[in-house]
């Protein structure tokens, strides 16, 4: 049973518990997902940085990147038919642009050689 604690006359879940609950909306092993083991670096605006800072401070989230990279494996994770498709086609893309650029390099070398 968890602990509760009033706040303005409503009961409301401990820290413990508020973070075992938000953590498990976005739990990696129900997404499927590896370790994180790539860092991206990212800008912000004042707001959201703020939003991040108070999960943190309330201890929803052990950092903000912990907390970025939930939110947006969530999001991904819930489309993840239509990102499947995205990365595939951008897979595609980028066979078919190193294969054009081959055929440009070759092309311009052949013309040299003449």
Sequence with gaps: MSKKKEVIGESVPDQD??????L????????????RE????TRMSPYIVEVLDALVELKVFKSRSEA???FIEQMIMSRKKLFDEI?????DINKKRESAQRLAFHAMKSNKEK
């Design 87 to 91: 990365r595939t086609q951008g897979l």
């Design 68 to 70: 970025v990279s939930s």
């Design 38 to 41: 790539i860092s991206v670096m």
């Design 24 to 35: 498990g909306r976005f739990s990696r092993e129900s997404m499927g997902l590896k370790n």
């Design 17 to 22: 518990a508020l973070r075992n609950e938000l």
